[in-house]
Each structure stands twice: as structure tokens, then as C-alpha cells.
Nanobody, 115 residues
Framework: QVQLVESGGGLVQPGGALRLSCAASGSIFSIAYMAWYRQAPGKQREQVATITSGGGTNYADSVKGRFTISRDNAKNTVYLQMNSLKYEDTAVYYC?????????WGQGTQVTVSS
């Protein structure tokens, strides 16, 4: 069994920054990729950023240049550094890890951008 624990969400003003963390524990042998998704009220869950086992990254156009995904393989942890936050970044953020053939999701952490 694999558990994901997210942290780092909160309330921030526009232009501010937050860093999300997602630590995986349990029966982890080979993580194929790790990712962050978000879901705003009334909208579908969307992919924000991904990072492969080799460190390759991919970002949604809406966050390019503002968000950075990174991982610490020794700690089985993925991070999302979010800078220059905008109102439209408000959402519940979820981490996801792929351990083929299974996929695991975190419980979600709320990020609210408001003045």
C-alpha cells in the first residue's frame, strides 16, 4: 500500500508564493512519474505539472514560467514551487504518482489566492 501526504497549501495574496510538498510512503519500488493536478470549483481536474524519473518536466501553459516541479528521489517527495500566484490559481491541488500498473493520488491541499 502507498500513502501520499500533501502539505503547503494556504491563503496567499496575488503575486505571492507557496511551496507544496507531497511525500510518498509504503511499498515504493520504482516511481515512473510524479505530477500535480488541480481542481477549481465547478471545473474539471487539470494537470499542472509532471516530472519523470529522469527529471524531465512538463507544464500546463497557464503556469509556465511561474511554477516549478521538482523531486527528491531519496525522500520519495515531489514539490511544486508556485510563484507570482494569480486569482485563477485558486484550487485544490492534488499530487499523483505512477507506480506501474497503479496510480495513487494525494488527499488534496487547498490553495486560495485572495487579497
Amino acid at each position: 500500500q502507498v500513502q501520499l501526504v500533501e502539505s503547503g497549501g494556504g491563503l496567499v495574496q496575488p503575486g505571492g508564493a507557496l511551496r507544496l510538498s507531497c511525500a510518498a510512503s509504503g511499498s515504493i519500488f520504482s516511481i515512473a512519474y510524479m505530477a500535480w493536478y488541480r481542481q477549481a470549483p465547478g471545473k474539471q481536474r487539470e494537470q499542472v505539472a509532471t516530472i519523470t524519473s529522469g527529471g524531465g518536466t512538463n507544464y500546463a501553459d497557464s503556469v509556465k514560467g511561474r511554477f516549478t516541479i521538482s523531486r527528491d528521489n531519496a525522500k520519495n517527495t515531489v514539490y511544486l514551487q508556485m510563484n507570482s500566484l494569480k486569482y485563477e490559481d485558486t484550487a485544490v491541488y492534488y499530487c499523483k504518482i505512477a507506480l506501474p500498473p497503479n496510480v495513487y493520488w494525494g488527499q488534496g491541499t487547498q490553495v486560495t489566492v485572495s487579497s
